[in-house]
């Protein structure tokens, strides 16, 4: 990433300013419990001018304050356009949310914006019908909170929405792409080599026919727009990722690639948000030829200009940074010339510079391992230095940010090989700051001055090296190094079988005064603990640094049913010297702006046994709050718990991540403890029929990194998955969940063996309301298949019903889906029945507080005077029904809700019991609650036979029928 000191420090105060914004009047739907309601499509005022800020402050696109709420109800499904623009002068930022809870958490968030049509935003998501929404309106903070408009209208579906609707696109003819009315669909994988794991909200296809051995596919338009490029050779469903491109130059793509002339080939367009506006799409045939680098240096005269290592940069723009590097020539000469690659950023996406560029080639002699005197500085300014090329060089910094390569010359320097130098590179290119590119290893490390007065002195170390090329040979022997006696990156020594590596930048607090963590570990061999090695920083949303006194206080634990359970060892603390801490500073910074230190310490032994589960706790009482480090892709199981200092660990105080730290003995896997599903490792999956059902609950299950990366779903697997397999009886089978609580699950489909998967299929939310169902087709008959069922984030998890249905039925609704296709019933009657693919019956209107949130299907029955019960009676174990009965007047547009006499609802059935009118007509709606759909069984009895007992509700009719 590129050098974010500046960044992080700005939301810093951004953070802590909103946070004190004092209170206003209100102003209306000024909080989310009092969003003003409206619907379906229009344009509807706003006014931030009294408006308060809520809760929370950040969102994934940037940071919200005077917020205005409206909750918003979709008249149709579809692809809908939420946005500001146009709309004023507020520099809005806008987000919508998939709940009715407030506040909403950042799960619930469908999808935010900030500064998408110039300084105002827009968003596109898919909505139900009837489905409500909450749309939060707000200002960026310190802009005048003013009023404006926001605007709701449908997006067309786009007809190349599908691989086989791709339109034909013709060559070297750009055309315009508007990705809003496509969708992403979770079956429709990208090649791994470039999209595996990155979740994107719109596919749209083209195909053409190669009439040149080569081609370039070039995406334009809108540099803050992430998008993937991958080709298809022959047809849909042909060899996957002929070519596939992520980033290669700025954030979108120009690449090339060879064909077969005469051959159909389709390109497969990613968007990663809808809302990004009009891309540029051409295929350019033949591929332009852009000539040699300008750069004609051998490989020996570069350090770190290998573009394979090239993807981080530096400022350096003489202004707030400089950056230096250091160099040894092999032999006496004289520099005349230099090559290097950079570019321009605004600090968050590309840019160019207003007046061009005003670039310093600066040499300084070494002083002890850092620049000291100034030897020469070229100019290009006085015309010193000469800028001979600048040119893209099809690479992109951070994938964000379109690269350049240089190649100047300037006066004869004489340098000599029994010397160490310095080299500095820095550009004025005002409004943009000019980044220097990195990554390549040449020497040891490098400088980053705050303080650009030509003095290295207070300089910050950086532990890689800048990419420059000289007109001498450099010196690679190590021994012959710049560096003195350089500090050791990893002071760690245990091999990587003890460990779970530092992997990710990310970490979570444990300071012991906010919050303890601790993390799951299990040996491989009987013995005992008394050597670890860990990560962190001393970070506390404002301040980092590596200058705090630590005082680390160690415990081990047994488990305890999946958490923490006795006390196995220490408390050990640093104190009392029962804890030896050494701390070391690595250099590195993974966010740009936190310093990483790594911890080796000691202790007294500590017996551990293979085959138990152990948990490790550390704790900083330093004064500073102090972050452990941990990982998200690794060999461990995803399961850490947090929880307030001394406090008693608890399943609610899991969280899905693995902390990074090293211990003096052979790690294994945890063994699956008593109260986790039996089912939790993929080798201990459950064999299923291709037609079964099955509940479980993943309250207490581990998340298993080893399922393939879900395309339906972030980059790491979702939490608390158990394991399914079963055998191919059909080539489709429907995979499907059901909650009886507000779980919240994603499917994922594989083959091949355990630690070797392939992912065959996704899904999430597919089927209403946070349940998900997985039709999948093409399935090998008498092959065995893997099926990993997990929660999106912790507050998922709960109790499922799993059912397979082999093959996959027809996607058509029932036939009673509507009001107006009422099947007839008789009293006394049991009618089975199913509400899978039908669809909400939002238009018919809540009844009492008996809402409509689900597929229904509906019955009819007429009245005698008599009392009538009707009951739904789930046939499956976790189908929440819920029944509402209206009186019909000429049709289905004239319906008036009954008044029951009586009302049972249970955890799952539902019963009605109303006094009918003798010839009246009764629509019964059977439905189910929070998204669930399934079979059933309508059950209807009368007081006049004596079909219903006392009660007269849902046990009597299952006693006269059952």
Excluded at 821 to 842: E, L, M, Q
């Amino acid at each position: 990433m590129m050098i974010s000191a500046r960044n992080t420090g700005f939301l810093a105060v951004v953070l802590f300013a909103v946070a004190a914004l004092p209170a206003s009047a209100w102003a209306q739907g000024d909080d989310c419990l009092s969003a003003t309601p409206i619907e379906g499509e229009g344009v509807f005022p706003f006014d931030l001018t009294t408006a308060e800020t809520d809760p929370p402050l950040t969102l994934d696109c940037g940071v919200i304050a005077y917020d205005v709420w409206f909750r918003w109800t979709a008249s149709a499904d579809g692809a809908m356009r939420v946005a500001t623009c146009g709309g004023g002068d507020v520099d809005s930022v806008l987000a919508v949310y998939d709940t009715n809870s407030c506040p909403p958490g950042q799960t619930d968030v469908l999808a935010c914006d900030d500064d998408a049509c110039n300084r105002q935003s827009q968003v596109v998501f898919d909505a139900t019908a009837g489905t409500e929404y909450l749309i939060r309106v707000g200002a960026f903070p310190f802009t005048a909170p003013g009023s404006g408009v926001l605007t709701i209208s449908a997006v067309a579906p786009l007809p190349e929405d599908k691989c086989v609707t791709a339109p034909v696109i013709a060559l070297n003819t750009p055309i315009v792409v508007d990705a809003a009315g496509a969708s992403a669909d979770p079956n429709e994988a990208l090649p791994g080599v470039c999209g595996a794991g990155k979740r994107l909200s719109a596919v749209v296809w083209y195909q053409y026919v190669a009439t040149d051995p080569d081609v370039e596919i070039r995406v334009s338009g809108v540099p803050e727009a992430d998008t993937i490029v991958a080709v298809h050779a022959g047809a849909c469903d042909g060899p996957i990722g002929q070519r596939c491109d992520d980033d290669s130059f700025g954030v979108q793509q120009r690449t090339c690639f060879n064909q077969v002339v005469g051959e159909t080939y389709y390109v497969q367009l990613a968007v990663e948000k809808r809302d990004a506006g009009d891309l540029i799409l051409e295929v350019v045939s033949p591929c332009p030829d852009l000539g040699d680098p300008p750069c004609a240096e051998p490989a020996a005269h570069c350090v770190g200009a290998n573009v394979d290592r090239r993807d981080d940069a530096y400022a350096s723009d003489r202004l707030e940074f400089l950056a230096a590097d250091e160099f040894r020539p092999a032999v006496s000469g004289e520099l005349t010339s230099v090559c290097w690659w950079g570019g321009y950023s605004d600090g968050v996406y590309d840019c160019q510079p207003a007046a061009g560029d005003d670039f310093v080639v600066s040499y300084y002699a070494d002083a002890g391992g850092a620049p000291g005197a100034l030897i020469a500085s070229y100019s290009q300014f006085d015309g010193t230095l000469t800028i001979d090329a600048a040119v893209p060089s099809r690479h992109a910094l951070s994938g964000a940010v379109v690269e350049y390569e240089y190649l100047a010359t300037h006066a004869p320097l004489p340098v000599s090989s029994d010397a160490c130098y310095w080299v500095s590179v820095s550009n004025l290119s005002a409004p943009c700051a000019w980044y220097w590119s990195s990554g390549g290893f040449g020497g040891v490390y490098a400088f980053q001055d705050a303080t650009p007065d030509g003095d290295f002195s207070d300089a910050e170390q950086i532990r890689n090296n800048f990419a420059f090329c000289l007109s001498v040979q450099l010196e690679r022997d190590p021994n012959l190094s710049c560096i003195p006696d350089p500090p050791p990156q990893r002071p760690c020594a245990q091999p990587a079988s003890h460990c779970q590596l530092d992997k990710c930048g990310s970490s979570v607090l444990s300071d012991g005064v906010t919050a303890v963590v601790a993390d799951d570990f299990a040996v491989a061999s009987d013995g005992s603990v008394s050597a670890l090695c860990w990560w962190g920083a001393h970070y506390d949303g404002f301040v980092a640094d590596d200058a705090h006194p630590d005082q680390f206080e160690l415990r081990y634990y047994a488990d305890a049913g999946g958490v923490p359970g006795a006390l196995v060892g220490g408390p050990f603390l640093q104190s009392d010297g029962g804890l030896l801490v050494e701390a070391t500073p690595t250099g590195e910074s993974p966010d740009g702006f936190t310093p990483r230190i790594a911890y080796t310490a000691t202790h007294a032994p500590v017996a551990v046994q293979a085959g138990q589960r152990y948990w490790i706790e550390l704790r900083n009482l330093a004064g500073s709050a102090w972050q452990w480090e941990y990982v998200l892709r690794d060999s461990a199981n995803g399961v850490a718990v947090r929880a307030a200092p001394d406090a008693s660990f608890t399943p609610a105080d899991r969280i899905a991540d693995d902390l990074a730290f090293c211990l003096d003995v052979e790690l294994a896997p945890p063994p699956v403890t008593d109260l986790m599903p039996v089912n939790d490792r993929c080798e201990t999956a459950i064999e299923l029929q291709s037609n079964d059902r099955v509940v479980f609950d993943n309250t207490l299950a581990d998340t298993d990194p080893d399922f393939p990366p879900y395309t339906c779903f972030r980059e790491r697997p979702p939490v608390g998955q158990v394991w399914y397999k079963f055998v191919a009886t059909h080539d489709s089978i429907l995979i499907s969940t059901t909650s009886g609580v507000s779980g919240d699950s994603v499917i994922g489909l594989a083959t091949g063996e355990c630690g070797a998967l392939l992912r065959r299929g996704c899904a999430d939310d597919s089927g209403g309301n946070r349940m998900t169902q997985l039709c999948k087709d093409g399935l090998v008959i008498g092959q065995t298949y893997w099926i990993a069922v997990g929660s999106y984030a912790e507050g998922g998890r709960g109790e499922f019903e799993l059912t397979l249905t082999s093959p996959c039925p027809p996607d058509t609704p029932p036939a009673n889906d509507l009001c107006s296709g009422a099947i007839p019933v008789d009293v006394p009657s049991v009618t089975p029945g199913t509400t899978n693919y039908a669809k909400p019956d939002y238009d018919q209107g809540d009844c009492g507080d008996v809402l409509i949130t689900s597929p229904g299907v509906w019955y009819q029955v007429v009245g005698t005077g008599a009392d009538f019960t009707a009951a739904a009676l789930p046939l499956h174990e976790l189908l929440p029904l819920r029944l509402t009965v209206y009186e019909l007047g000429p049709d289905c547009n004239d319906v008036t809700c009954v008044t029951p006499t009586a009302a049972t609802t249970g955890a799952l059935e539902d019963a009605v019991t109303w006094t009918t009118t003798p010839g009246a007509t009764y629509a019964i709606l059977v439905h189910g609650r929070a998204g669930a759909m399934g079979d059933f069984e309508l059950r209807l009895c009368s007081s006049d036979a004596g079909d219903c007992n006392n009660n007269g509700v849902a046990d009597g009719c299952e006693a006269a029928f059952g």
